[in-house]
């Protein structure tokens, strides 16, 4: 994984509050931005199921000792890390999705706006004169890019040009923050011209796609307005109460031990629900150059928390500590038969695995009486529920934490194979270091 990336500016206006950021928007639940105003900064890519930024400003007033500095080791869309600076506070954040923290750091970073739109017209005035070399693409699946080889591809021809012709104006700019910025918009809309969506479990073919195909007009049309909407909105919020970031990348289980100490953690780690989330991301991953192999995808694939069982995993049993979580494991495992996955049980275990350690890895960069707040989610199978806040509650006094509080704040829908109802608590989790 690549080394950590530091920006070390110093503190800004201090009239630009999160409370300026956010406008006091009414939020239907800490837990999505769902029913809620967007904010500047979440529309450069759609996230469906990121946490309020609500939920980090409430954890700052009800937390027990003075916040300066603030980590998310599952960065996701960077609502942590942005919150956090608006807050006044300096944030840390990891991510080992590759693309996602790139788009956390674009969100961060320090701009001068004026250039940034001078570097803008640069791509626009290259694009109109080049008609794109699909050569660029050489190495991804096949399935990628239109061609006689295969009846289904994400990308029709025209359209993969216009992308590979806005990718090689943006390698042209001489300032690397720049390249990273239009980098990441282009990203944000690469499913939105493309013949695939993503819903459900991952992502699926669009309705009708072989005869309602996207104009390759519509790659310069979208990619422009993204531009011009984020230039004004780094623009209009540039002075934020925080202006420095932290971003490390790699897996949190790995780059923990890299974090400064933190006064406070608030993230979302993902969910055991058997969804890949780095497959989520594969449009984005392949197409803008972050993977250029099967090999570098399953590398990936395999540095994630374990989450699902479509990757082939030595699994892992998980600590001692919780009667819950045995009773639920071996009622799993009674029922191993009639689960549309016979890893389901296992993946489970190293589930809580990973998460105990990352909970004792979390705990050693923490300041006394710290406090974590974590947003996690339930899972089902074959009828049998893994209440996962309650877990890591059993777990977090052998790990040097007390439990403050377990606030279940939504009802979530199960999958198609677990029956489709309302019935998966999502969770606010916290905990305080106890000592």
Request: with cysteine; net charge positive; proline share 6%.
């Amino acid at each position: 994984m690549e080394l950590a990336s530091l920006n070390t500016s110093t503190c800004g206006d201090p009239s630009i509050s999160f409370e300026a950021w956010t406008g006091q928007r009414k939020i239907v639940s800490i837990g999505s931005n769902a029913g809620a105003e967007p904010l500047p900064f979440q529309e450069w890519h759609h996230f469906k199921e990121a946490f309020a930024p609500e939920v980090v400003a409430r954890a700052v007033r009800e937390s027990h000792r003075p916040i300066a500095t603030c980590l998310d080791p599952f960065g996701g869309s960077g609502t942590t890390a942005l919150a956090s600076q608006f807050l006044g506070i300096a944030p840390t954040t990891i991510e080992v999705n590759p693309y996602l923290a790139d788009l956390i750091e674009a969100k961060l970073g320090v701009y001068n706006p004026d250039e940034l739109a001078q570097d803008f017209r640069r791509i626009v005035r290259a694009t109109s004169r080049q008609a794109g070399d699909l050569r660029r693409f050489a190495s991804l699946p096949l399935t990628f890019i239109e061609s006689a080889a295969t009846d289904r591809w994400i990308f029709d021809r025209a359209v993969a040009r216009r992308i590979a012709c806005h990718l090689v104006a943006i390698d042209t700019l001489s300032n690397p923050h720049h390249r990273r910025l239009f980098r990441v918009l282009l990203g944000g809309m690469l499913i939105s011209v493309s013949n695939v969506i993503i819903n459900g479990k991952g992502r699926r073919y669009r309705r009708g796609w072989t005869e309602r195909r996207t104009a390759p007009e519509m790659v310069d049309m979208l990619f422009k307005q993204r531009c011009q909407a984020a230039i004004t909105e780094i623009h209009e919020h540039r002075y934020r109460r925080h202006r420095g970031h932290t971003v490390l990348r790699g897996d949190c289980l790995s780059e923990l031990a890299n974090a400064a100490p933190a006064d406070l953690a608030v993230f979302s780690p993902p969910y055991p629900n058997s969804f890949d989330y780095t497959d989520v991301y594969n449009a984005e991953l392949w197409m803008l150059g972050y993977l250029d192999s099967t090999a570098s995808n399953h590398a990936l694939r395999k540095s994630t928390l374990c989450s699902h069982v479509q990757l082939k995993r030595d699994f892992l049993a998980p600590p001692p500590g919780s009667l819950r979580l045995s009773r639920a494991l071996g009622r799993l495992r009674r029922e191993r038969d009639s689960l549309w996955s016979p890893w389901i049980p296992d993946m489970i275990g190293h589930y809580f695995h990973d998460m105990s350690k990352v909970l004792g890895l979390l705990y050693e960069r923490l300041t006394p009486h710290a406090e974590v707040w974590a947003v996690v989610g339930d899972s089902r199978y074959a009828g049998v529920q893994i209440p996962v806040a309650k877990i890591l509650a059993d777990y977090a006094p052998t790990l040097g934490y007390r439990v403050l509080n377990v606030e279940p704040f939504r009802s979530m829908r199960a999958s198609a194979q677990q029956g489709g109802q309302h019935q998966l608590a999502e969770s606010l989790l916290i905990l305080q270091k106890d000592d």
